[in-house]
């Protein structure tokens, strides 16, 4: 069992940056491959970024790609979301994802989910 806990949301200009954490417990960290998810308002929720169990391998949406970085600290047993040069689109609620596997995906068929945490960007 693996429990999530997101934090690092807020309300941000467009052009700002935010950062976000998700750390986690209960299990082995470095055995998951991880992801953020999003949900914005009305729509269902889609990747946003994904990471091997390693690290060494990472994926994003084309909507994010270039402006989000994800990385993951194993000694920490934290999932970062970096979001640079962020648009109003990306405003969504943004959910922390743990699979029981070392490879990611970028579908949702993740085992652990977190509460999530709002990103709000203003235009």
């Known amino acids: 069992q693996v429990q999530l806990v997101e934090s690092g949301g807020g309300l941000v200009q467009a052009g700002g940056s935010l950062s976000l954490s998700c750390a986690a417990s209960g299990s082995t960290f470095v055995n998951y491959a991880m992801g953020w998810f999003r949900q914005a308002p009305g729509k269902e929720r889609v990747f946003a970024a994904g990471?091997?169990?390693?690290?060494?391998?990472?994926s994003y949406a084309d909507s994010v790609k270039g402006r989000f970085t994800i990385s993951r600290d194993s000694a920490k047993n934290t999932l970062y979301l970096q979001m640079n040069s962020l648009k109003p689109e990306d405003t969504a609620i943004y959910y922390c994802a743990a699979r029981r596997t070392t490879s990611l995906t970028m579908s949702p068929n993740y085992d652990y989910w977190g509460q999530g945490t709002q990103v709000t960007v203003s235009s």
């Open positions: 990471i091997s169990a390693s690290g060494r391998i990472t």
